[in-house]
């Protein structure tokens, strides 16, 4: 059963650039949600989708964008690029979404971006 | 505000030592997870604790949910070069405003 995948593995962009990031979940799992990892900050979540929609969001600007797909792929866009948005970017899914208990979240190997 | 703490932050050890990391919170959650993370991939779940007082054990790894269920430990006997890798603990409040607390991490160096 094939892991989590995201693409690209690494990219670097300039400033005022956008990125799109992917993330293909395993297969059958519904729940996709995006993180931002930095040294400093830890992990800090972006957003989550279930079936197409976005179920929770966190505490980033517009800037930062997502979508699902009807067969459960999930992508992220980050528009208007700045320094500080460098990180690895991490997908994890999940084959359900019960509001009830702690979830298990498989990760991708994330996507490294470096903004110069 | 950091409601997560995890101590230490950093911890370099020789194989075969033991070692204890902590993840502390000033709110009481439902749930606690472990996750551990190797350079260049993903975390990776090693263990959801629900009840207070709860004690899990996988292998040569204890992992302890506080009796309050704010804080956990987690104990690793006779450490090995492959548990090198960033220890993560994450707190889930449960319900329709579903919440995850990510703690910053405890990066572990087993040297052989």
């Known amino acids: 059963k094939a892991g989590v995948t995201q693409t690209p593995r690494y990219l670097i962009k300039t400033r005022g650039q956008q990125v799109t990031l992917s993330c293909s979940p395993i297969?059958?799992?519904?729940?996709v949600s995006w993180y931002q990892q930095t040294p400093g900050q830890g992990l800090q979540f972006l957003f989550e989708?279930?079936?197409?929609?976005?179920?929770n969001k966190g505490n980033f600007p517009g800037r930062f964008s997502g979508r699902q797909f009807s067969n459960s792929r999930s992508e992220m866009n980050v528009s208007t690029l700045e320094l500080g948005d460098s990180a690895l970017y991490l997908c994890?899914?999940?084959?359900?979404?019960?509001?009830?208990?702690?979830?298990?979240?498989?990760f991708g190997a994330g996507s490294r971006l470096t903004v110069l | 505000t950091q409601l997560l703490e995890q101590s230490p932050q950093f911890l370099s050890i020789q194989e075969g030592e033991n070692l204890t990391v902590y993840c502390n919170s000033s709110?009481?959650?439902?749930?606690l997870q472990w996750y551990r993370q190797e350079p260049g991939e993903g975390p990776v779940l090693l263990v959801t604790v629900v009840t207070g007082g709860e004690v899990k054990k996988l292998k040569r790894l204890t992992f302890q949910f506080g009796d309050a269920r704010k804080d956990s430990s987690l104990h690793i006997t006779a450490a090995q070069p492959g548990d090198t890798g960033l220890y993560l603990c994450v707190l889930w409040r449960t319900g329709n405003n579903r919440k995850l607390i990510w703690g910053l991490g405890t990066s572990l160096a087993v040297n052989p």
């Open positions: 709110s009481v959650f439902s749930s």
């Open positions: 297969s059958g799992h519904r729940s």
């Open positions: 994890a899914s999940s084959g359900y979404r019960d509001t009830s208990a702690a979830n298990v979240l498989t």
């Open positions: 989708y279930f079936s197409e929609t976005q179920r």
